[in-house]
Structures are given as C-alpha cells and as structure tokens.
C-alpha cells in the first residue's frame, strides 16, 4: 500500500517530535544531575566551613549558621580563606 503525501509528512513528524522529546528529556537529566552535584559541593563547603569555624571559636550563634547556610559559593570560599588567620568571627565575615 502506497502512502500518500501527508500521511509520509505525518509519519515523519512523529519520528522527529519522539526524536525531540528523548533529546529534550536527556538534556533536562544531565541539568538535573549537574545541578544536583553544585548543590551538594555547596552544601559541603558550608558543613566543612561550620565544622572549622566551631572547632576555631568554639560554638557558633544562630545567626552565624544562617549566614554559612545562606551563603553564595563565592561567599563560602571567601569565607574559608579567611578562617586560618581571622582572630575572630567577625573578621571572617568582614
């Protein structure tokens, strides 16, 4: 049975929209991994730069936390740096 001309154009369309969707959702899971992984280094550095702030000025206050918690990987590196020569939380978070 011969196909006519729209039904080749039909047959063509749906391979390329199923084409489309399994590209689309592989680029949309490889995001999703990649963001997951920066979230989780990010959430690493901040536990690392709580635990080394605690062990260098003992307990930290509430609002310290937050900020560690809040803070923008820049911030968090910035941040890190500073921990071996600050004398005080507050020159930490200068």
């Known amino acids: 049975m011969k196909m006519t001309l729209a039904e080749r154009f039909d047959q ?17 899971r490889q995001e999703g991994r990649l ?5 989780g280094e990010q959430t690493g550095e901040a536990r690392l730069l709580q635990r ?10 509430a609002d310290c936390v937050a900020r560690i918690r809040a803070a923008s990987p820049e911030q968090l590196e910035r941040w890190s740096d500073r921990v071996l020569d600050a004398h005080s939380l507050t020159e930490v978070f200068q």
């Open 12 to 28: 063509w369309a749906q391979q390329h929209e199923q084409r489309g969707k399994l590209v689309g959702w592989k680029e949309g």
């Open 35 to 39: 963001e997951g992984r920066l979230e």
């Open 52 to 61: 080394l702030l605690t062990r260098r000025f003992g307990a930290l206050p």
